[in-house]
């Protein structure tokens, strides 16, 4: 059984920092693209970014590009969030997820294996 359990989530200030935290347990996630996702109070989940297995590829949406940057740690079995110049439009419940299967990184159907969320809220 493989889980995610994220974590790292909060209150924070327009303008401040934050980084998210996605632990992997159970069965390895070798080979795994690995994802951050949101949901915003009465919106669509929507794609956040995105690291290829190797940490060689990444993704952005454009509404977070040069502020967000996504990594991992393979050898901790554990991804990260860091989120930089937070707006209040980035107020989400934050989910990570992780896929083995092609396709898109971009599109939530591609991925396998989600976490349970944590919210951030961002005040004005």
């Known amino acids: 059984q493989r889980q995610l359990v994220e974590s790292g989530g909060g209150l924070v200030q327009a303008g401040g920092s934050l980084r998210l935290s996605c632990a992997a347990s159970?069965?390895?996630?070798?080979?795994?693209?690995l994802g951050w996702f949101r949901q915003a109070p009465g919106q669509e989940r929507e794609f956040v970014a995105a690291?290829?297995?190797?940490?060689?590829?990444?993704y952005y949406a454009d509404s977070v590009k040069g502020r967000f940057t996504i990594s991992r740690d393979n050898a901790k079995n554990t991804l990260y969030l860091q989120m930089s110049s937070l707006k209040t439009e980035d107020t989400a419940v934050y989910y990570c997820?992780?896929?083995?299967?092609?396709?898109?990184?971009?599109?939530?159907?591609?991925?396998?294996?989600w976490g349970q969320g944590t919210q951030v809220t961002v005040s004005s």
């Open positions: 997820a992780a896929r083995y299967q092609g396709g898109s990184y971009y599109s939530e159907r591609n991925y396998d294996y």
């Open positions: 690291i290829s297995w190797s940490g060689g590829s990444t």
């Open positions: 159970g069965r390895t996630f070798s080979g795994y693209g």
